[in-house]
Structure formats: structure tokens, C-alpha cells
T-cell receptor
Framework: DTGVSQDPRHKITKRGQNVTFRCDPI?????LYWYRQTLGQGPEFLTY????????KSRLLSDRFSAERPKGSFSTLEIQRTEQGDSAMYLC???????????FGPGTRLLVL | KQEVTQIPAALSVPEGENLVLNCSFT??????LQWFRQDPGKGLTSLLL?????REQTSGRLNASLDKSSGRSTLYIAASQPGDSATYLC?????????FGQGTRLTINP
């Protein structure tokens, strides 16, 4: 097993453009999480899936953000009409059971110009 | 609302020293506490997970303790090495999500 993977690793975009990130969790994990981390801060929770169901969303996830996990495997996070404040590292994690270790991917670093 | 605080924000010590990183949280109703390591520009690597019913966990030169009633955890690193230089993050887990502290940036000087 190669762990959690994320694509792309880096993304530079202009303000107002849409971007989409992908996360592939560890294959047997049914729980998938998205977090956002800005410089010098700890990660902040965005949303969580159990299988294909999105069970919790943070208030940080404005209506410009949407996440999907259509077949309960990989997940996508889309940001529409990007703003400079969206610049951050977007981290994905997965786990096999509730209250167990979450394994993180390498992250996607987004820069909005 | 759960809040997690890590002290100090940064720490620089000579190689070989033993050191302690501190983490405190405001709501003791947690399922577990995790310590992570993050290298610059990279993702998070899980170091230790302590279940709420446990008092401590050990892995190699690392030892983490948990006092749920007082809302505190410590990460003890023995015989520090330059390769230990990184940011260390503490996170508590409620129902599902992790709530993170801001991290302690550790530098080990050769």
C-alpha cells in the first residue's frame, strides 16, 4: 500500500478561476477527511466522508467549495471563483475506523494570484 | 468549542538533549490525542496516538502522555538528533474530526 496520495501537489491559479484537487485514500479505508492549513497554523477541518456519504462540513466550507466521493474511493475538492484567501495547503487524510489514526497525504499547495 | 494550544511555539536545543513539548486542550471529552510531525512543505506523519483510556504511549525515543482530566499532553523526545528538526503538531479527536494546535517548531542544533 502506497499510502494517501493527492494530486496535484502544487497549483497556481488566477483569482476567479476554478480548481479541483483529488485525493486517493488508503484502499481499505472507508473514512476520508479534508483539512486546510495556512502558513504557521495547524490544519483546520473542512469536511468528512464515510464511504460516499458526506457526513460533516465545517463552516469554513463556503458555498464556493464542494467535495465529492462518488464511489466511496477517491475524493475531489473543488473551489469555484478562487480568492486570494483560498491560498493554503489542502490536506487529505483517511482512516479505517472512527477514532483511529488518520493517515495524511502530502497535500496540495494552492496559490491564488 | 474545542481549542488546542501548544507551548512553546518554537524551540531550539543542542543535539543530544532531552526535551518536552506541551499541548493543552479545553474540552476533556475526547476520544484520542495524536502527535504528528510535519517537515517544511510536506504532509503530516503520525507519531503516536493515545486513546482516551490510556495514559501514555511510547515509540522509540518518543513518549507521549495524556492527562485527560486536566486537558494536557506532553511529548518527550529523548537524546534529540538533528533529524528530529520539524514542526510537531498535537491534535485531539472528538466524534470524527481532528482539532489541531498551532504546532511547535523544533530545531536541533548539531
Amino acid at each position: 500500500d502506497t499510502g494517501v496520495s493527492q494530486d496535484p501537489r502544487h497549483k497556481i491559479t488566477k483569482r476567479g478561476q476554478n480548481v479541483t484537487f483529488r485525493c486517493d485514500p488508503i484502499s481499505e479505508h472507508n473514512r476520508l477527511y479534508w483539512y486546510r492549513q495556512t502558513l504557521g497554523q495547524g490544519p483546520e477541518f473542512l469536511t468528512y466522508f464515510q464511504n460516499e456519504a458526506q457526513l460533516e462540513k465545517s463552516r469554513l466550507l463556503s458555498d464556493r467549495f464542494s467535495a465529492e466521493r462518488p464511489k466511496g474511493s477517491f475524493s475531489t475538492l473543488e473551489i469555484q471563483r478562487t480568492e486570494q484567501g483560498d491560498s493554503a495547503m489542502y490536506l487529505c487524510a483517511s482512516s479505517s475506523q472512527a477514532q483511529e489514526t488518520q493517515y495524511f497525504g502530502p497535500g496540495t499547495r494552492l496559490l491564488v494570484l | 468549542k474545542q481549542e488546542v494550544t501548544q507551548i512553546p511555539a518554537a524551540l531550539s536545543v543542542p543535539e543530544g538533549e532531552n526535551l518536552v513539548l506541551n499541548c493543552s486542550f479545553t474540552d476533556s471529552a475526547i476520544y484520542n490525542l495524536q502527535w504528528f510531525r510535519q517537515d517544511p512543505g510536506k504532509g503530516l506523519t503520525s507519531l503516536l496516538l493515545i486513546q482516551s483510556s490510556q495514559r501514555e504511549q511510547t515509540s522509540g525515543r518518543l513518549n507521549a502522555s495524556l492527562d485527560k482530566s486536566s486537558g494536557r499532553s506532553t511529548l518527550y523526545i529523548a537524546a534529540s538528533q538533528p533529524g528530529d528538526s520539524a514542526t510537531y503538531l498535537c491534535a485531539v479527536q472528538g466524534a470524527q474530526k481532528l482539532v489541531f494546535g498551532q504546532g511547535t517548531r523544533l530545531t536541533i542544533n548539531p
